[in-house]
């Protein structure tokens, strides 16, 4: 057989590292099964047949669930667990085998017929929990129609080791099951560096390359893909010279990455000595070990969406308890700062549908308006605060009376503990993601009315610039250097100050080298990144002067365009931080 040419494909470089393996092309399974009558004699066999591919079905998610449980977390296996529940789904069982029985259909056609007859409802509500539902239903018919078919294709979470995932883009539930084990790396036609998808890459340490346009149609299975996630490259069938030129860089970043164990146990400080407090990011249990494992002073965003995506219903306070409190406990004494559900945008939350979701009811506006969910969720965190140093923060607020609001929540849920006798901290604190333009324009007030702001720069830059942070088609005009970003960040970090509190920034900036640079100029107290991450970044603040950094970001804050801001930041790395020209961090040329 003819070797495929070699073809370079580029994106935008979302999740660092090198990956090659044999392509898995993600597609949604669509079987159409054939129409067929039964002879009389054969209903008693199809009927078998059928309840041994439920049962062959049912015993491959039993088993997918306990792996899943086992090498990623129980947090995972919850959303294995509903479809465990959806595949013992009685309407359709029954539904199907009358069909079988009464009408002579084949089993394929049968239970076809059946999940389309009872999903139409689902598919055609506007309802975003029925949406949701469907990617479940869809998922577990595809599973049994594969068992009654014969055909031995197999979900992500059971492909082979070394496997290199391409695909248009996958909905949160899907991002969350990625295992590094298995996936070494992923190319996304859409999306871009703050995507879901992009974000849980890059928590998972798996090289990803997104924005790449067209490219499902052109790959095949099996064919050999190398993933370059610090350039953005995707490369189809990789030519022995090109993989011969990436193995010295590989070893030379090995190399380099094991040079940064020696700061694992070394505080984040400054070469004039500013302490900088370097927390994780997370979203699961086993982030937060990763976190710890390498040397994160705390969770700086502790993301709880997942809760609810995994479950397709509002987990209880109990079920989130648990989980707060194990995060709380790993950190203690350092601070583990829990955001309140961020739902809404492309996390939805069931009984919404909007035409502009991340211009609409998300976030605070939305838990605000749902105030059982936000009850439980406060007396969770609160109860969890009895156990380690835990604060919270709210997302997306755009007014004080917001923040008002959900302080007259964070009261009547500290009351309803004293109640029912459950402790908490009496000192906990209360803060705000600064991540709309009007929140950094009145963060000197919001600062007065709480105990410290976490700049979210990923919305930020977004809701500045206009620009739609998942969209491919527009990603490259996303810059978190544009001035007028720089400005609201120097304004946020002020008013902090000034109000006596301390600033954060837990967004994407945080995890550039350049951007670094800039925030330790502005004055930022304290940076959240992804765990992966700790190490490298631990390194470049060490070799940073503070005071030398803000003489530089207040030439920055006077420019007019993110290109001049780049070029500054660039001259002033080669002049006045010559070391920090030894790390690998993410993109080292800032684009």
């Given at each position: 057989?003819?070797?495929?040419?070699?073809?370079?494909?580029?994106?935008?470089?979302?999740?660092?590292?090198?990956?090659?393996?044999?392509?898995?092309?993600?597609?949604?399974?669509?079987?159409?099964?054939?129409?067929?009558?039964?002879?009389?004699?054969?209903?008693?066999?199809?009927?078998?047949?059928?309840?041994?591919?439920?049962?062959?079905?049912?015993?491959?998610?039993?088993?997918?669930?306990?792996?899943?449980?086992?090498?990623?977390?129980?947090?995972?296996?919850?959303?294995?667990?509903?479809?465990?529940?959806?595949?013992?789904?009685?309407?359709?069982?029954?539904?199907?085998?009358?069909?079988?029985?009464?009408?002579?259909?084949?089993?394929?056609?049968?239970?076809?017929?059946?999940?389309?007859?009872?999903?139409?409802?689902?598919?055609?509500?506007?309802?975003?929990?029925?949406?949701?539902?469907?990617?479940?239903?869809?998922?577990?018919?595809?599973?049994?129609?594969?068992?009654?078919?014969?055909?031995?294709?197999?979900?992500?979470?059971?492909?082979?080791?070394?496997?290199?995932?391409?695909?248009?883009?996958?909905?949160?539930?899907?991002?969350?099951?990625?295992?590094?084990?298995?996936?070494?790396?992923?190319?996304?036609?859409?999306?871009?560096?703050?995507?879901?998808?992009?974000?849980?890459?890059?928590?998972?340490?798996?090289?990803?390359?997104?924005?790449?346009?067209?490219?499902?149609?052109?790959?095949?299975?099996?064919?050999?893909?190398?993933?370059?996630?610090?350039?953005?490259?995707?490369?189809?069938?990789?030519?022995?010279?090109?993989?011969?030129?990436?193995?010295?860089?590989?070893?030379?970043?090995?190399?380099?990455?094991?040079?940064?164990?020696?700061?694992?146990?070394?505080?984040?400080?400054?070469?004039?000595?500013?302490?900088?407090?370097?927390?994780?990011?997370?979203?699961?249990?086993?982030?937060?070990?990763?976190?710890?494992?390498?040397?994160?002073?705390?969770?700086?965003?502790?993301?709880?969406?997942?809760?609810?995506?995994?479950?397709?219903?509002?987990?209880?306070?109990?079920?989130?308890?648990?989980?707060?409190?194990?995060?709380?406990?790993?950190?203690?004494?350092?601070?583990?700062?829990?955001?309140?559900?961020?739902?809404?945008?492309?996390?939805?939350?069931?009984?919404?549908?909007?035409?502009?979701?991340?211009?609409?009811?998300?976030?605070?506006?939305?838990?605000?308006?749902?105030?059982?969910?936000?009850?439980?969720?406060?007396?969770?965190?609160?109860?969890?605060?009895?156990f380690g140093n835990v604060k919270v923060m709210f997302p997306m607020v755009s007014t004080i009376e917001e923040l008002r609001r959900a302080k007259l929540e964070v009261g009547k849920a500290k009351g309803a503990l004293r109640e029912r006798g459950l402790e908490f901290d009496p000192d906990f604190e209360v803060g705000v993601m600064v991540e709309t333009p009007s929140a950094a324009i009145m963060a000197d007030r919001l600062a007065h009315e709480c105990s410290f702001l976490s700049i979210g720069s990923n919305d930020l830059t977004q809701y500045t610039l206009a620009v739609d942070r998942g969209n491919e088609h527009v990603a490259r005009l996303y810059d978190h250097f544009h001035p007028a970003v720089l400005r609201l960040i120097k304004q946020t970090i002020d008013a902090a100050h000034q109000q006596g509190?301390?600033?954060?920034?837990?967004?994407?900036?945080?995890?550039?080298?350049?951007?670094?640079?800039?925030?330790?100029?502005?004055?930022?107290?304290?940076?959240?990144?992804?765990?992966?991450?700790?190490?490298?970044?631990?390194?470049?603040?060490?070799?940073?002067?503070?005071?030398?950094?803000?003489?530089?970001?207040?030439?920055?804050?006077?420019?007019?365009?993110?290109?001049?801001?780049?070029?500054?930041?660039?001259?002033?790395?080669?002049?006045?931080?010559?070391?920090?020209?030894?790390?690998?961090?993410?993109?080292?040329?800032?684009?």
């Open positions: 057989m003819k070797r495929k040419p070699e073809k370079s494909c580029r994106g935008i470089p979302v999740s660092p590292g090198f990956a090659f393996g044999a392509v898995r092309v993600y597609r949604q399974y669509a079987p159409d099964p054939v129409e067929r009558t039964l002879e009389p004699s054969e209903v008693a066999d199809e009927l078998k047949r059928f309840r041994q591919a439920l049962s062959a079905a049912g015993h491959e998610l039993h088993t997918l669930h306990t792996q899943v449980k086992r090498d990623l977390g129980s947090d995972f296996a919850d959303f294995i667990q509903v479809q465990l529940t959806l595949i013992r789904d009685e309407e359709v069982i029954k539904g199907t085998e009358a069909l079988i029985r009464e009408a002579r259909r084949n089993a394929e056609f049968a239970y076809a017929q059946t999940v389309k007859l009872l999903s139409e409802p689902v598919a055609k509500s506007a309802d975003p929990l029925f949406k949701e539902r469907m990617l479940d239903i869809a998922d577990v018919a595809n599973r049994v129609m594969r068992n009654l078919l014969g055909d031995d294709s197999r979900s992500l979470l059971e492909v082979e080791p070394g496997t290199v995932v391409f695909a248009h883009d996958l909905p949160p539930s899907e991002a969350a099951l990625l295992d590094p084990r298995r996936i070494v790396g992923l190319v996304l036609e859409a999306g871009g560096k703050t995507s879901h998808t992009a974000i849980m890459a890059k928590a998972k340490e798996i090289p990803a390359v997104a924005g790449t346009g067209p490219l499902c149609e052109v790959v095949t299975d099996g064919q050999k893909a190398f993933v370059d996630g610090y350039r953005g490259l995707a490369i189809l069938s990789p030519s022995a010279n090109r993989l011969r030129a990436y193995d010295d860089e590989i070893e030379r970043r090995r190399v380099y990455r094991q040079s940064l164990s020696v700061l694992l146990t070394r505080d984040p400080v400054t070469v004039d000595g500013r302490t900088i407090d370097l927390s994780a990011n997370i979203e699961f249990v086993a982030e937060a070990r990763a976190g710890k494992r390498y040397g994160a002073r705390g969770v700086g965003l502790f993301r709880t969406e997942y809760m609810y995506l995994a479950k397709r219903r509002p987990p209880t306070e109990e079920e989130q308890f648990l989980v707060y409190a194990e995060v709380a406990r790993l950190f203690k004494p350092y601070p583990v700062i829990i955001r309140t559900f961020d739902l809404g945008g492309d996390k939805v939350l069931a009984g919404y549908s909007e035409a502009n979701p991340f211009l609409g009811l998300r976030a605070i506006r939305l838990t605000l308006g749902r105030l059982d969910l936000f009850g439980d969720q406060l007396r969770a965190i609160l109860r969890a605060s009895a509190i301390w600033a954060g920034m837990c967004g994407e900036f945080a995890s550039d080298l350049l951007g670094m640079l800039l925030l330790l100029g502005m004055g930022i107290d304290e940076m959240s990144v992804s765990p992966g991450v700790i190490p490298e970044a631990k390194g470049i603040i060490r070799n940073i002067d503070a005071g030398a950094a803000a003489e530089v970001a207040a030439q920055a804050l006077k420019l007019g365009t993110s290109l001049e801001v780049k070029h500054l930041l660039r001259r002033a790395m080669d002049r006045k931080f010559p070391k920090l020209t030894e790390f690998q961090f993410e993109e080292n040329k800032g684009k």
